[in-house]
């Protein structure tokens, strides 16, 4: 039997895992998305200055595994004393911070794939009536495309989302007491590993839950006029 008094003795600990966890989640998301957009205008781009160099940073960060990038950063750049004599080192020795920066550089990569895909399949016809209309090339990009893109891509930018919510468990390795960090010290105080992590499962499946929904509400607003027409 599942020893529940404990679990909600505990429960203050999941909440401030929960808190560092939306934390981390939300942080990661805009930067890694503020960075996609440039990366994705750059993988459409014709020059292959611009095009190339995008191409190559999603390949090499879709290529390796997450968890190695996350110790690269905590702990790979902490043996070079350049860096730790450098200005950055007050971040750089924050676990938080490098958490925050290696989810981002992670994400950004995926987004900008997704971006990329979704301006490419941008119908011609909208580019050509934005033109007609006398838009410049960076207008045509602000009010057009990149909106286009952004409410095409809600429906796989959700997968990513959910993605990176499984991701932010990986928090726990470099120390931080997210909701996986949360459960390890539950289980290292009493030693109920089952009543432990089957409570941060259910949270992780709570807070998946309620992202779905958000997004439903979402793309119900935005992807209305992709919505087939009742008769």
């Not at 805009?30 to 440039?38: K, Y």
């Not at 993988?43 to 960060?61: E, F, G, H, Q």
Request: contains cysteine; proline residues 4%; positive net charge.
């Amino acid at each position: 039997m599942l020893d529940y008094q404990l679990i909600w003795q505990n429960l203050p600990l999941y909440l401030n895992g929960i808190l560092l966890t939306l934390k981390v989640l939300l942080i990661s998301l805009a930067c890694g998305l503020t960075l996609a957009i440039p990366l994705a205008l750059m993988r459409v781009a014709r020059s292959c200055l611009l095009r190339y160099p995008a191409w190559l940073y999603t390949y090499v960060i879709r290529g390796t595994p997450m968890l190695v990038q996350l110790f690269l950063i905590y702990y790979g750049l902490a043996q070079f004393e350049a860096v730790r004599q450098s200005v950055l080192w007050p971040y750089l020795s924050s676990a938080t911070f490098c958490t925050c920066l290696a989810f981002a550089i992670n994400t950004s990569a995926y987004s900008a794939e997704l971006l990329a895909g979704s301006l490419r399949a941008t119908a011609r016809g909208e580019v050509e009536a934005a033109r007609a209309m006398g838009m410049s090339r960076l207008t045509l990009y602000r009010r057009i495309l990149l909106p286009s893109a952004l409410r095409r891509a809600l429906p796989q930018y959700s997968n990513e989302v959910l993605m990176m919510l499984q991701t932010t468990s990986l928090a726990s390795i470099v120390t931080l007491v997210d909701i996986t960090g949360a459960a390890k010290t539950f289980n290292a105080r009493y030693y109920l590993p089952f009543e432990a992590f089957i409570t941060a499962g259910l949270i992780y499946l709570a807070l998946t839950f309620m992202l779905v929904r958000l997004f439903k509400l979402a793309e119900r607003r935005w992807l209305a006029y992709l919505a087939p027409r009742k008769h």
